[in-house]
């Protein structure tokens, strides 16, 4: 026998080391200096079993010793002949050298013999300080003599022949036991193993779960590939993870009281539902990959679990249904891995954006659906976008949820402003009220006729609200720019946001019932909504007003509407305000609308320059702003309708594109000139002729906005560029609206300086690298090749005759092109 091994069965024998020398034989015998040995831990109080660094480091250490002198002697011995396990085989698998239970002994720890073919381990009894014993891969039936290893902590006798569940006299406190791939069919009574906290029995007969009860401290328990069909005998056990996969579980079921479950495989079952899994608050993983789970609705089962990060339906009927993945992400938006694929974060956006999509994406979608299709039609000059295209069409529109009353705001002004305004009336799918006209409150049109239309590229904007569609034709704005008047249109958020997307620019005031309880009064006392419907729309309440705080300046102006008749009273004497007409207005409005206009009002200063009624050189275009919005901002104030906020940030993306792309960033001065109107220019003559001099200083800081000369210094260095909608030249004239193509198509010409009407006036020798790529194309260029060119007005639309006595206003301006009639909106760019 080698010396190895004798002194392994001898230090088993005497099952002590002591500070004083030994007879030789007697003891083992280590080339390791003992004092090096790290003291183990108890073991006892280990949670995992061999896994004590401070016992382990040690054996590492040494366990190789006994082994690599076995080695030494005759290989061709046989090991425990006739499958009894005899002390040369368990020498062989002896490793990690610790202390024992009492702390007294250096003793090997765990035993290794795997794949002897094994029938009897009887050996093992005498070997009392192990803790971890492996005996897979034998043909053991018989585990009792594991019974005298009262220090046993783990067992792994899988893949044995073993039909007795732990049949042996419990060890102190065995923790983990592995007997997968054994005969076991019944799991018997494991009351005695009660501090079992890991137990495997995966790849036997078991059919039915039983017997752990009293087992209180089991985490993890594996049944996997048995004969289980219904789930039970778990109820109170502390499982984090469970594992059912491969039986013939229909149901999920009893798992109710497993509170602290946290990984569920129940794969490869027959299982429909989810239902079952609700409430387990701390499941992170659920694997259900080859099931029957086919309907979409069961993922609402689990789609309230936090924690939940991974989770697989692959090989489940479910996978059918379209766009499956980003369903259950968008069900699920917690999940880190779905169906043994990491989820990324594009995925994350796409479920969201498919299922619940932003406003602005919806936006975006619609108007990218509109100018598809819009594209797709013979191209045409709008009246709305002469005389070209960098001039806003004055639009005004009134925002907010249903029931806040800006339709009859809209109307009303119309009424009363009908010199200004003219109202754009939606079409829509939704079937007419009582008193609702056909052309006049809506045009109302079929489903199938409105998606014709959005398909022959007619709308601007279209909205989807209970089922029916509403949207705003270019025709319905082409309609009011031909009378020469600014469009009033209603419509909510969405449509809005879309808006934003055109090149329109109009002027957004949201008229929102802050008084909520008002507002469902007054959807209630209309009497045409359904329950639902009032909940919705009282709920959109909160978006709007969370709109409006998220993006300050995203409507220019806010109006309470929880008193109607004061929120008219507002809107009128805003409008007022921006176009500058003489509070001498009569006041049409009658009940509800009463106008309460006081000596007061700001926009009383104006009263000299227009008590004819005229425009004064102001105009609801965008560079019109209203004094008060004008004093606040300064000098400095924006003038392209965007909110203060919003053109800075604009100015500062704008430089910022600049400097990356041209590397030239055009001083703060310069950029505040470009900004100037581009619009509604108005002579310096044209302001005195409307007296401001003899108005309040208020007139004067707001007036003049779109002159660069009363505002800023004029710079020596910077040309003025006739013909350009941001020259100030007080030579200004109402010239023909339609040479402003020629101009612009001048514009553009290579090498010329004035590249772009838009462009910034850089210096007197502009560098052709200061002009933004997206600034060389000019859209008229576009037109022009189309045939719209100076020499090809005819092509462009004639106006038609002045309809019915209406009032013409303003002296001394050009008309809005394509009325040629009305001299009320924006004056023309002077050439
Ligand atoms: N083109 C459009 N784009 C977006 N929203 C629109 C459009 N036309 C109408 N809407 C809005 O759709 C909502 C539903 O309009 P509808 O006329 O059916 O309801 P309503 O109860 O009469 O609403 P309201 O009294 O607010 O006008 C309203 O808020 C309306 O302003």
């Known amino acids: 026998m080698a010396d190895g091994v004798d002194s392994i069965r001898d230090y088993r024998v005497s099952d002590t080391i002591t500070d004083t020398p030994q007879p030789e034989g007697q003891y083992y015998h280590m080339d390791a200096d003992p004092d090096n ?197 778990l109820d109170k056990l502390p499982l984090r993870d469970l594992n059912l996969c491969h039986n013939k579980i229909k149901k999920i079921e009893n798992l109710d009281t497993l509170h602290q479950l946290q990984v569920l495989n129940l794969a490869g079952n027959r299982i429909r539902s989810l239902q079952g899994l609700e409430g387990h608050d701390l499941l992170e993983s659920i694997d259900l990959e080859d099931n029957e789970v086919i309907d979409a609705s069961e993922i609402s089962e ?205 002027r957004y005031v949201l008229v929102m019932p802050l008084d909520q309880e008002a507002h469902e009064q007054r959807l209630r006392d209309r009497g045409w909504y359904l329950e639902d419907q009032i909940e919705r729309t009282l709920k959109k309440d909160d978006v709007y007003c969370k709109y409006n705080q998220d993006h300050p300046g995203f409507f220019d102006m806010m109006i309470n509407s929880d008193d109607i008749a004061d929120a008219y009273r507002h809107l009128r004497r805003l409008v007022m305000d921006y176009l500058g007409v003489s509070p001498s207005t009569p006041d049409t409005s009658s009940q509800p609308y009463q106008t309460d206009i006081t000596e007061g009002d700001n926009y009383q200063a104006m009263t000299g320059a227009a008590s004819t009624n005229a425009l004064g050189g102001r105009t609801w275009s965008k560079p019109s702003i209203p004094d008060s919005m004008l004093q606040a901002r300064g000098p400095m104030g924006s003038a392209t309708g965007r909110g ?65 000369t009363t505002c800023f210094p004029p710079n020596p260095d910077i040309p003025i560029i006739p013909g350009s909608p941001d020259s100030t030249s007080s030579n200004t004239s109402s010239g023909s609206n339609l040479s402003d193509l020629d101009s612009a198509t001048e514009l553009q010409r290579p090498g010329s300086p004035k590249a772009h009407p838009g462009a910034p006036v850089a210096s007197t020798q502009p560098a052709s690298n200061d002009i933004l790529p997206t600034e060389k194309v000019n859209p008229l260029s576009l037109i022009a090749e189309r045939g719209y060119n100076s020499s090809s007005k005819s092509r462009l639309p004639e106006a038609r005759p002045l309809s019915g006595g209406r009032q013409l206003l303003g002296s001394g301006h050009g008309n809005r092109p394509g009325s040629e009639r009305h001299k009320v909106l924006p004056p023309i760019a002077a050439q």
């Open 302 to 506: 689990i789609e309230k679990l936090r924690m939940l990060r991974e989770l697989n339906l692959l090989r489940n009927p479910i996978q059918e249904m379209p766009d499956c993945r980003l369903a259950i992400l968008f069900r699920i938006p917690s999940l880190t891995e779905l169906d043994r694929h990491k989820v990324k974060v594009e995925e994350k956006i796409a479920a969201k954006n498919m299922f619940d999509p932003s406003l602005e994406v919806i936006a975006a979608r619609d108007h990218i659906m509109h100018v598809v299709y819009n594209f797709l039609q013979p191209s045409r000059v709008w009246d709305s976008t002469l005389p070209n295209v960098e001039t806003p069409y004055p639009m005004l529109v009134l925002v907010g949820p249903q029931g806040s009353g800006k339709r009859d705001l809209a109307i009303k002004l119309v009424d009363e402003f009908s010199d200004y305004f003219g109202y754009g009336v939606s079409h829509t799918s939704r079937t007419p009220k009582a008193d609702e006209v056909n052309g006049k409150n809506y045009f109302f049109v079929t489903s199938e006729k409105f998606e014709m239309d959005i398909k022959m590229g007619q709308f601007v904007q279209t909205y989807r609200n209970n089922n029916s569609w509403y949207g705003l034709q270019m025709e319905a704005i082409e309609g009011v720019a031909r009378e020469g008047l600014a469009c009033v249109v209603h419509m909510e958020l969405e449509g809005v946001l879309t808006l934003k997307n055109t090149y329109f620019e109009p």
């Open 644 to 708: 203060i906020v919003e053109e800075e940030s604009y100015k500062r993306r704008h430089s910022a594109a600049k400097e990356v792309v041209a590397g030239y960033v055009p001083p703060i001065y310069e950029q505040i000139l470009t900004q100037f109107p581009r619009t509604a220019p108005q002579t310096v003559e044209e302001q005195q002729g409307l007296g401001l001099e003899s108005t309040s200083d208020n007139r004067a800081t707001s007036a003049p906005n779109n002159n660069a």
């Open 37 to 233: 040995l790290v003291p183990a831990t108890d073991i006892l109080t280990l949670d995992d079993i061999g896994q004590s660094p401070d016992v382990g480091d040690a054996a590492d250490m040494l366990e190789c010793e006994p082994a690599a002198k076995v080695d030494d002697e005759d290989d061709t011995q046989e090991l425990s002949p006739g499958g009894v396990l005899d002390e040369e085989t368990v020498a062989r698998g002896l490793s990690n050298l610790g202390r024992s239970a009492n702390g007294m002994n250096q003793v090997y720890l765990n035993a290794s013999v795997p794949g002897f073919s094994l029938v009897d381990i009887s050996v093992l009894g005498e070997y009392v300080h192990l803790q971890k014993v492996e005996i897979p891969y034998n043909a053991i039936t018989d585990l009792t003599p594991l019974g005298k290893l009262p220090h046993l902590l783990s067992l792994d006798a899988s893949h044995n022949n073993i039909s007795k569940m732990l049949d042996f006299t419990p060890p102190l406190n065995l923790q983990s036991v592995d007997l997968s791939y054994n005969q076991l069919s019944d799991m018997g009574d494991l009351s005695p193993h009660h501090a079992l906290k890991k137990l495997v029995l995966d790849n036997n007969l078991i059919s039915e779960i039983k017997g752990l009860e009293k087992c209180r401290r089991l985490h993890v328990l594996s049944l996997a590939h048995n004969n289980i069909e219904t789930i039970q005998g």
